[in-house]
C-alpha cells in the first residue's frame, strides 16, 4: 500500500473514534458575536514505550452569532492536513430552550465532517447531530460598562452533558470490507472556564461505546473497555 493511500486509510480508522472533536460553542453566541477557537486533543491511546496519552489532534474554528439562539461555525483539521488530508467541518448550534433565570440551557448542533486526500481525490463525508444541555454557575460579578456591552448579563462557568451521533453514509469501509456500523453515537461532559472575552474548555467524551476497538490500527483507551475510546480534549476560544 502507498504512503498516500495509507495515511488516508489511517486517518478514517483514526477519525472513526476521534468523533470530530469537542463540542464546540455548546451555548450560542450572541448575535453579531466572534469567535475564533484552537482545540487540541483525541481519543485516548495507548504509546509503547511512553504511556496512555491523547492522540494530538488540532483544529482551528470561526463562529458567529446569526441571532442569539442560532451560532454558526466551521473549523479546519490542521493536523489532518499534514497527511495530505483536507478536513473541513461545518455546524450550526441552536439553542431551543433557556430556563428563566437563564442558567440551564439546551442546544442542538446539527452540521456535518468532511474529509478529502488531495493527492488521490478520494473523499468521506459524515452527517452529525449533537444535543446539550448547559448549566451556568459562578456568576461573576461585572463593572458597569461591561453590563452595557453585554446586555446587563453577568459572566458564568458552565458545565455541560450531551449525546451525539454521527452518520456513516458508504456501504463498504477500508479494504472494501462491508460497512457494519453507519450509525455512531457517543457521550460527553465537558466545562468551560470563562473570562470577559476568552475561554478555556476541558471536555471528556465516549465515543462509539458500542463498536468493538480490538484489531485495529491504534491500542485504544476505553472506560467501557473493549468497546469505543475515551476522549480528552482542551480548547481556548477568543470571543471579540
Known amino acids: 500500500m502507498s504512503k498516500i493511500v495509507f495515511s488516508f486509510t489511517l486517518l478514517i480508522l483514526v477519525f472513526f473514534f476521534s468523533a470530530c472533536g469537542p463540542a464546540r460553542f455548546v451555548e450560542p453566541l450572541k448575535k453579531r458575536e466572534n469567535a475564533v477557537a484552537i482545540d487540541l486533543g483525541g481519543p485516548l491511546v495507548n504509546i509503547p ?14 463562529g458567529r452569532g446569526i441571532s442569539n439562539n442560532l451560532t454558526l461555525h466551521g473549523s479546519w483539521y490542521s493536523t489532518a492536513a499534514i497527511f495530505g488530508v ?18 440551564h440551557g439546551a442546544s442542538a448542533i446539527l452540521g456535518f465532517n468532511t474529509a478529502m486526500d488531495v493527492f488521490e481525490n478520494e473523499i468521506k463525508f459524515w452527517p452529525k447531530l449533537d444535543a446539550h ?15 452595557l456591552t453585554s446586555g446587563g448579563k453577568p459572566a458564568a462557568n458552565l458545565l455541560y452533558a450531551g449525546i451525539g451521533t454521527w452518520y456513516e453514509l458508504d456501504k463498504t469501509r477500508a479494504h472494501n470490507e462491508e460497512q457494519q456500523t453507519f450509525v455512531v453515537p457517543m457521550l460527553n461532559i465537558g466545562h468551560d472556564l470563562n473570562w470577559k472575552r476568552w475561554t478555556f474548555k476541558t471536555e471528556i467524551k465516549l465515543i462509539a461505546p458500542f463498536t468493538s476497538n480490538e484489531d485495529i490500527v491504534l491500542d485504544y483507551i476505553s472506560l467501557t473497555g473493549k468497546k469505543g475510546a475515551t476522549g480528552l480534549y482542551f480548547g481556548l476560544i477568543r470571543k471579540f
Open 49 to 62: 514505550g511512553v504511556a496512555p496519552m491523547p492522540m494530538p489532534f488540532s483544529s482551528i474554528t470561526y
Open 86 to 103: 483536507a478536513q473541513f467541518e461545518v455546524n450550526g448550534t441552536y439553542g431551543f430552550w433557556r430556563s428563566r433565570d437563564k442558567k
Open 133 to 147: 444541555y448547559y448549566f451556568k454557575y459562578n456568576f461573576k460579578a461585572l463593572k458597569q460598562d461591561d453590563l
